[in-house]
């Protein structure tokens, strides 16, 4: 988690975010709690919403993951087919890493056969980061992604709907996989620099 702060941001807001994460939050009990509170420390560094940088880093995480865990992705020839298989086991790994009390939920329907709507019901931060996960893996597989947000019905503020088309087609000639994998590239400007002192 924290290379891939260091890489995105440089090691002056690694170092800020670690050092506001201990005096805020050096009471944490796991390691999961330490990455949660680290990203809320990111947050606060960067100026932006908590929410936007776990999306982020769940972006970034893909590749280590798979790196980590090649069974995920193993045979599967495109990003959809991995959301559809992973769709159950996904939110249950997740919600046992977070210690969340109430399982969350991921529902992962094929509207059309370019077009999938993701239902995830659980805490924004985690919703965040599954969305980030998802479009991760389909930029690790070099195709294209258009995000919709769907509004939530009312009165279900931890429900958040995602329809994502993806094209098979290539974003560039070959098979981006592994050049996403050993991305090392320059910072991500999706974040705004952090406000003036």
């Known amino acids: 988690m924290e290379a891939i702060v260091g890489l995105e941001f440089g090691s002056d807001d690694l170092a800020a ?8 939050f ?12 680290f990203l809320h420390a990111l947050s606060a560094v960067r100026g932006v919403d ?4 776990f999306a ?34 996904l939110p249950k790994a997740l919600g046992a890493l977070m210690s969340i009390d109430d399982e969350p939920v991921l529902d992962v329907e094929l509207l059309e056969p370019d077009l999938l709507r993701l239902r ?4 924004p931060e985690l919703a965040s980061l599954m969305e980030g996960l998802s479009i991760g893996l389909v930029e690790h597989f070099g195709e294209r992604v258009t995000v919709v947000h ?14 994502m088309r993806i094209s098979a087609e290539r974003r560039g000639t070959g098979d981006r996989r592994k050049e996403n994998a050993d991305r090392r590239g320059p910072r991500d400007e999706t974040l705004p620099a952090p406000p003036a002192p």
């Open 120 to 123: 995830f019901t659980g805490p």
């Open 56 to 89: 982020l880093v769940g972006r970034r995480l893909v590749a280590p993951v798979l790196v980590e865990f090649p069974a995920i992705a193993k045979n599967q020839p495109t990003a959809m087919s991995v959301l559809l298989s992973v769709s159950r086991s």
């Open 50 to 53: 908590p929410s936007t940088v």
């Open 150 to 163: 769907v509004a939530p019905p009312t009165g279900t503020p931890n429900v958040r709907t995602l329809e």
């Open 17 to 24: 975010a670690r050092t506001l994460a201990n005096e805020r």
């Open 26 to 37: 050096g009471n944490a009990s796991s390691d999961v709690e330490q990455v949660s509170e």
